[in-house]
């Protein structure tokens, strides 16, 4: 419905269905995604022009959300030590430890204007069958000493796109270099090693993100190399960067 609905508002009219529980969610490569109750789960529409900085620069558009839903929480007074991180390219993380949440987004351009569809959804209220942000809040309690209240699903979607709108604005006009540097405050793979393609594979070094928001590896013994995040997969469990 959100799909055909896009094309018929006009531009400068928002667009989000919010879900309470999502049973029949797809994830990247078209995997499920299964979302129990608990969970900030939301799909949202947004309008980028093709000739604009955003538009030149399409992928970088789940790099801003992946950050936004980490600021949701973390730019709450007395919350910003809270363990949440963005993991390349489009996943939200416990530390470099567990994933909490993800990120899908699907682009279409029509004369010169990308119709965005975001879809995020990450874990806020159900410990199962991993971890939840209120968990990660009531860990931060015991050992600070702190009295943090938990947050809701809907407080922490509503923050998440209020961020999303202003990542989008400084990146309108200021380009990457406007939100990497809180980009990387945020994602977990500083200076980390890697494997490239398979276990054997060369090793390698990540040392940040290009101009078109893709990963970019300091491979043993030779140059600096872009890693397209459609075409490839992070698997943190093995450190290793393999083709899909």
Not at 10 to 38: C, D, F, Y
Not at 53 to 73: T, W, Y
Not at 175 to 196: A, E, T
Request: aromatic share 8%; charged share 20%.
């Amino acid at each position: 419905l959100i799909g055909r609905l896009m094309f018929e508002l006009p531009e400068e009219m928002g667009l989000i269905a919010v879900a309470v529980r999502q049973t029949q969610g797809k994830g990247r490569g078209g995997n499920a995604w299964l979302s129990p109750v608990g969970c900030a789960l939301a799909t949202l529409h947004i309008s980028i022009p093709l000739h604009s900085n955003l538009g030149q620069r399409i992928p970088f558009i789940q790099h801003l959300v992946s950050l936004a839903v980490v600021e949701s929480v973390r730019s709450l007074p007395g919350y910003e030590d809270i363990e949440l991180r963005v993991k390349w390219p489009n996943d939200i993380y416990y530390s470099n430890l567990m994933k909490l949440g993800g990120v899908l987004v699907n682009s279409t351009l029509l004369e010169t204007t990308f119709h965005i569809l975001i879809g995020f959804g990450f874990n806020v209220n159900n410990s199962n069958p991993t971890i939840c942000i209120n968990d990660l809040i009531a860990k931060f309690n015991k050992e600070e000493g702190t009295a943090l209240k938990p947050l809701s699903p809907d407080c922490l979607i509503a923050r998440t796109v209020t961020a999303l709108e202003r990542l989008i604005d400084v990146f309108q006009e200021k380009g990457p270099n406007g939100v990497l540097p809180q980009y990387y405050k945020y994602w977990i793979h500083s200076g980390q090693q890697v494997r490239l393609r398979h276990e054997r594979g060369p090793l390698a070094w990540i040392v940040g993100v290009d101009d078109c928001g893709y990963l970019q590896v300091h491979e043993e013994g030779g140059d600096v190399q872009s890693v397209h995040p459609d075409g490839n997969s992070f698997d943190m469990l093995r450190n290793l960067l393999v083709p899909k």
